[in-house]
């Protein structure tokens, strides 16, 4: 419906008469990611190794990490997909219960999955691996994968040196992991796994199985050592605030008319920047949003089980495997606390190439930019756990004010991702 209405709105001319307040905002927002640089990580001493990132895209493309040989990192962030998966919930072995995040910039963010159970890539980078919906493999299945793979061990070897002797399938099952850590109630009572991965790796002694997590661990920091690369380029909005601040290279032409009302929109009316703002645009916290659960999705309460898991997390940065676990290194872990607030919230994404991630919502029950306007311009129904975001008030948008809106979010397309980082 929108879109046929929009057939008749006119082409709007340049906005002028920027205000002060518009103006240092807008300049806030940008110059794109890259050339910013991606923050340190001293949790990962090869966080910016080159043999790390070139074993790291190896395993990233890599299939056979998986014991039924069909899903890869690249399954639910698929470079031609905007590095997400196009699917509201992503499948893996199973069907997940969330949205894929796109993975571009993602090197930026403090927290990683929705609801930040992890502080790192690396951290984030081996879960997958283990889940039961989405690889249902484990550590050893993917160390053994490496030991056994000519190219793959020569690239750990490159960057490593000898790979660890792990050849003794008596000491190191094929395929043994432990239980995922707990989840909402850490006093919980629960029943001993019975499934073979966690059976096998019960069977393990100490010695052993630390020798496995240290191989593990450089696995996950090999992997984030590519995904530190993959970063956007330049958008048409950069360009515009380049021009703007009359640099080099800036286009004041680089946004259409449209694109300029829905940019003041963004900053003013709209208020999207009490959540999206800076280069990154987004605070990269927690928001309730207000969502209802959808159809089919189990209720998740968000963050305080993300913080729950974090803070039993292992690969954590204060883990006993991060290259620096000391606090001034870990400052984020000092403050972790949940309350009232937290129950029921969720990452807010960067809106950097969101044109090409879609869809939307922890859950993905957004299909297109247009469906997550028209929530945020009603804010209809309540949440099932905590409250809705405080500053949230109905924005009441017209369709041209959406249309003026879209047309600036589709500006911060940047760049692709250079060819030779999108496959193995």
């Keep these: 419906m929108l879109s046929v209405l929009l057939l008749a709105f006119p082409i709007q001319g340049e906005i002028t008469d920027w205000t002060e307040r518009e103006l240092a905002i807008i300049q806030s927002l940008s110059p794109q990611l890259p050339p910013l ?37 690249a399954t639910c962030h698929n470079p031609e997909k905007g590095w997400s998966d196009g699917l509201a ?35 984030q980078a081996l879960q997958p691996i283990e889940d039961a919906v989405e690889m249902n493999s484990s550590r050893t299945f993917a160390l053994h994968r490496i030991a056994n793979g000519p190219k793959l061990r020569k690239a750990w070897e490159s960057f490593l040196g000898p790979f660890p002797d792990i050849s003794s399938f008596k000491r190191f099952p094929q395929n043994a992991c432990p239980p ?6 850490p006093f919980e009572i629960t029943e001993p796994s019975q499934d073979p991965r966690h059976l096998a ?24 050592a590519y995904q530190r690369k993959i970063l956007s380029g330049p958008s ?40 999206h703002f800076g280069p990154q645009l987004t605070d990269g916290e927690f928001h309730n949003v207000g969502l209802s659960i959808a159809d089919g999705v189990e209720f998740d309460d968000g963050r305080p089980t993300g913080i729950q898991k ?20 870990n400052q984020h872990l000092l403050y972790l606390f949940y309350n009232e607030h937290t129950f029921g919230a969720y990452k807010t994404p960067s809106l950097r190439n969101v044109a090409r991630t879609a869809p939307y919502g922890h859950d993905g029950r957004f299909p297109d930019i247009e469906s997550v306007l028209e929530f945020y311009s009603e804010l209809p129904g309540l949440p099932p756990v905590g409250h809705r975001e405080e500053t949230l008030l109905p924005l009441n948008l017209n369709d041209e004010e959406k249309f003026s809106l879209i047309a600036f979010l589709k500006s911060l397309t940047g760049h692709r991702v250079p060819k030779a980082l999108q496959g193995s």
Excluded: H
Excluded at 45 to 59: M, N, S
Excluded at 180 to 185: A, I, K, V, W, Y
């Design 201 to 224: 790796w019960a069977e393990m002694n100490l010695a052993d199985q630390n020798k496995i997590n240290e191989s593990y661990a450089n696995l996950g920091k090999a992997l984030e």
């Design 310 to 329: 974090l803070r039993s997390e292992i690969f954590n940065g204060r883990g006993i495997y991060s290259d620096d676990s000391a606090w001034d290194s």
């Design 236 to 275: 048409a909005f950069d360009q515009f605030v380049a021009g703007l601040r009359k640099e080099e290279g800036g286009d004041l032409n680089a946004l259409s008319g449209n694109a300029q009302k829905g940019l003041r929109l963004f900053v003013g009316k709209g208020n999207c920047i009490s959540c």
């Design 89 to 123: 919930l992503s499948k893996g072995i199973g069907g997940t219960a969330f949205n894929a995040p796109t993975i571009l910039n993602s090197a930026y963010g403090r927290w990683q999955f929705w609801d930040g159970r992890t502080d790192s890539l690396w951290s």
């Design 37 to 73: 640089p991606v923050p340190p990580n001293p949790s990962n001493q090869y966080a910016d190794d080159p043999a790390a990132a070139e074993l790291g895209q190896l395993l990233f493309f890599d299939k056979g990490l998986s014991p039924t040989g069909t899903v890869s990192c």
């Design 180 to 185: 995922p850590t707990s989840s909402q109630n």
